[in-house]
């Protein structure tokens, strides 16, 4: 399925990983988890779930702007 010297999180646009990474924070900041800079294994799945979520529903809400 996929190649295993590859990576499912690398990021295509050089210096993307910063913008994601803020992105992420502000996300997590709007559902109310505390996330800190570096590692976060110690938050619940829910709270990553959260995180995720948020994510996604603004980058849905983004395209459909851009739609308009």
Do not use: C
Request: charged share 25%; aromatic share 4%; net charge positive.
């Amino acid at each position: 399925m996929s190649n295993t010297n590859s990576s499912s999180n690398r990021l295509v646009v050089p210096g993307a990983r910063e913008a994601m990474d803020k992105f992420k924070m502000e996300a997590a900041n709007e559902v109310g988890v505390n996330l800190k800079q570096g590692y976060n294994g110690d938050i619940t799945a829910r709270q990553a779930g959260s995180i995720g979520g948020q994510m996604v529903k603004k980058m849905i809400e983004s395209y459909e702007n851009g739609l308009k």
